[in-house]
């Protein structure tokens, strides 16, 4: 099937005008995607210094109001602590009752000092990344079943629409709850975005250049990362970082009409017209003529996919029912998460880079466009 998809995909350039356009538009969609995959190292990282507020009637000193605590050898006035009375200290201590104070710079403010997810509360704050982990787990497999009923571009587009929506809501929101929910659907939408993308990006160009698009993509992340690095350095207060993110979503949703169809997919399901049509489309675009034997490679196509027995209309479970595809997957997932958690700790592991969050992710940019490069030399031997 692949070889007759690829000598119809052949007719329209090496690819052509209109290939080289979606390629861009989706590498940028790709790029848009990317600023989440660190935008929470930005918004909870550790923090700021911060200690209880005492009443405003309290004429006191420091030692008065709050215990010694010893952490790492050092000792310091306790943050989440103050004696219930000040000038007797054998009554004990209590929680901060009257909130926190921050020491921060005016510039920099992230979502610990917004809500106050501090001390008692931190816990929420080690839940975020859970919540757009989970989001993203059960998007990627129902979005992809959605994009093989319904196709690429109508799907696509949809999440797109309530991925920006959801990013650009983010800026209005003033309840901790409300935030929570929304990063859980982002997660959600954007793994949808994601593959969804890179698969019609993809399926609209021959299998030779499918390891060029593949680099270039992961070029297009490594980017974004440190776009990012850049745009939080320069900002530093979380609400416009998220508005400044936002953008190009917005930008996206504007030239949706240029997605194509994929002709693959369209193949598979049997819309022989609607196939036809799309690659004289394409074909006028690019200034390729079409001779009329490209229906005929089109059927020939089609013919392959009916031989194999509707594998257009697998389900999940036929999928996995395979050996050899369980075998792959569990390659894939096992790479992915061996290449993921070596990273991780060798950036944890640096010391200045675990404490500048800008340095930590910027150097983890630099890595990911080194490591791509090294993967495209190596993968042409």
Not at 130 to 152: E, K, P, Q
Not at 158 to 163: G, P, R, S, W
Not at 273 to 291: D, K, M
Not at 345 to 358: A, H, Q, R
Request: glycine letters at 6%.
């Amino acid at each position: 099937m692949l070889t007759q998809i690829d000598q119809v995909l052949f007719r329209l350039g090496k690819p052509g005008r209109f290939q080289v356009l979606v390629i861009f538009l989706l590498c940028c969609v790709q790029l848009q995607t990317s600023f989440n995959k660190y935008l929470l190292d930005f918004y909870i990282d550790s923090p700021p210094p911060h200690r209880c507020k005492a009443t405003s009637n309290a004429t006191v000193g420091e030692s008065e109001l709050r215990p010694l605590v010893e952490e790492k050898g050092k000792k310091r006035y306790s943050s989440c602590e103050m004696y219930v009375d000040p000038t007797n200290h054998k009554l004990g201590t209590k929680n901060c009752i009257n909130g926190w104070e921050y020491f921060t710079t005016e510039i920099e403010w992230t979502i610990i000092p917004e809500w106050d997810l501090v001390c008692e509360w931190e816990y929420l704050v080690t839940l975020l990344p859970y919540l757009s982990c989970g989001g993203a787990m059960i998007g990627c497999l129902l979005f992809g079943m959605l994009a093989d009923r319904f196709g690429r571009q109508r799907v696509l587009v949809t999440l797109l629409i309530l991925y920006t929506g959801s990013s650009v809501s983010l800026y209005f929101l003033s309840q901790f709850v409300l935030f929570s929910t929304i990063i859980g659907l982002e997660g959600f939408f954007i793994t949808g975005v994601q593959c969804i993308s890179y698969v019609l990006l993809m399926e609209t160009v021959p299998t030779p250049y499918h390891l060029r698009l593949a680099v270039l993509v992961g070029s297009f992340w490594a980017a974004g990362t440190l776009a990012l690095t850049l745009v939080a350095y320069l900002i530093q207060h979380w609400r416009y970082i998220q508005l400044a993110i936002s953008v190009p979503g917005v930008v996206s949703v504007t030239y949706f009409w240029l997605l194509p169809l994929s002709i693959p997919w369209l193949i598979t399901n049997g819309r022989t017209l609607s196939a036809e049509n799309q690659i004289e489309r394409l074909g006028h675009f690019n200034g390729v003529t079409l001779c009329p034997s490209f229906r005929l490679q089109i059927q020939n196509a089609q013919n392959v996919v009916k031989s194999s027995g509707n594998a257009a209309r697998l389900t999940l479970g036929d999928v996995y029912s395979s050996a050899k595809l369980r075998r792959f997957v569990f390659v894939q997932y096992f790479i992915w998460f061996a290449v993921s958690l070596g990273s991780n700790i060798e950036v944890s592991e640096i010391p200045p880079l675990d404490e500048n969050k800008f340095f930590r992710v910027l150097v983890r940019g630099v890595v990911e466009i080194g490591t791509l490069i090294l993967i495209y030399f190596l993968s042409q031997r």
